[in-house]
């Protein structure tokens, strides 16, 4: 178990260890000493490595084709998001607080975190590295249409954006608006729509297909 | 409501760009722990309220690409004063 | 007291948003997991994590990269808590690095 070899435990991408940074290297070490003072088990690594990759944006799709396809169910996520996940099998019990921001034809809203990278890591895993980037973070609160251009998003002077700083515990999701063309699909279909970057709200869903 | 202006040391959670901002309470969050004693190893109590306080763009930057454009920050209750 | 380096909310200079994604490297998942199983076992909160990062070297937060900042700030949160000694992680990255080699 201290040999610093992991290959029974590999997840991700592997590199020779010598070639690893200082930190990198650091973290073999930590845990090691960790295990062996019995502070955390191996198997508490494991439960939070697995805890991380059952969780992903599929989860917050699932709420937003639910909630577009059913007012009542829309109606709650709004009011009560974590009983609205707890309704789709998704457990939302470790965000401390959680605000689902509904978009409109008329307002727009985008997350980000200045400080950090403050998430909602138990409903969509772990965020994208441009999130967590130093430009994203210098430049959504003060430029957030320049942002939502490149993410391929144009919006009129008419519609309002709100961006959001989750500065505390407040975790914020985003309610895309339901694209014009999808009334015939079903809510499998429509989950597909909803993309990662839309939850954070640089972007809007994606559009339904045109009917053949 | 105004954010106070003032670059206390320690873990603060209130950016610089907001401070001495003047803007509207949205809504009320609820009463957490405080983040700035949690921080450095204490109880963070007592628990202290949290507001989504909303600032028009123009009015923390200078300009806006729209008028209508909103910035929201979730902002405690001992770093605003009535404006 | 200045600006902390991590309050950047505005910042001029900015440039265009990178979208390249990378896989998680080993030890990017390790360093995950161990700073959540950490805060699941009541050793270490969040927020003294994130207080860490802000009291790091500020050259260094530019330069380091995501996961390198938490490896820093859990490395100084378990010596700050005495749960860890500079000196052990020292000594046991010595014992790893004998056995993974050189380049």
Known sequence: ?212 | MTVTFEDRPGHIRTPWYIRGKTGWIECVHGDFLNPETLAFGRDGLPKRTLYLVAFNQADVWGKSASSKDKVLVDIYEHWLTPA | MPRGHHDIGGLPGAGSIDRTEHELSDWEILADAVNQALGAKGVKRTDEMRRAREQMDSVLYRDMTYYERWIASIETILIEKNVLTKDEIDRKLTEFESKWGKA
């Open chain 1, 1 to 212: 178990m201290s040999d610093g070899h992991d290959t029974d435990r590999d997840h991700g991408h592997e590199h020779p260890k010598h070639e690893l940074s200082y930190y990198a290297k650091r973290i073999y070490a930590i845990r090691d000493l960790l295990l062996e003072k019995g502070v955390i088990t191996d198997k508490d690594i494991q439960c939070q490595i697995e805890y991380q990759e059952a969780r992903s944006p599929a989860n917050g799709a699932r709420l937003v084709a639910r909630a577009w396809v059913d007012p009542s169910f829309k109606a709650r996520l709004i009011a009560d998001p974590k009983a609205a996940c707890a309704q789709m099998d998704i457990d939302a019990t470790s965000i401390n607080e959680f605000v689902v921001l509904e978009n409109t034809e008329t307002v727009r809203h985008m997350v980000v975190c200045t400080l950090c990278s403050c998430y909602p890591r138990p409903i969509l895993g772990r965020p994208p590295d441009w999130y967590k980037s130093l430009n994203y973070r210098q430049r959504a609160v003060n430029d957030p249409r320049g942002v939502m251009r490149e993410f391929g998003l144009e919006l009129p002077d008419d519609v309002e954006v709100r961006v959001h700083d989750s500065t505390a515990d407040i975790r914020y999701l985003v309610l895309p608006v339901r694209p014009k063309g999808s009334e015939g699909l079903s809510e499998t279909e429509l989950a597909k729509l909803v993309t990662r970057d839309s939850l954070i709200g640089v972007m809007d869903a994606l559009p339904a297909l045109p009917p053949t």
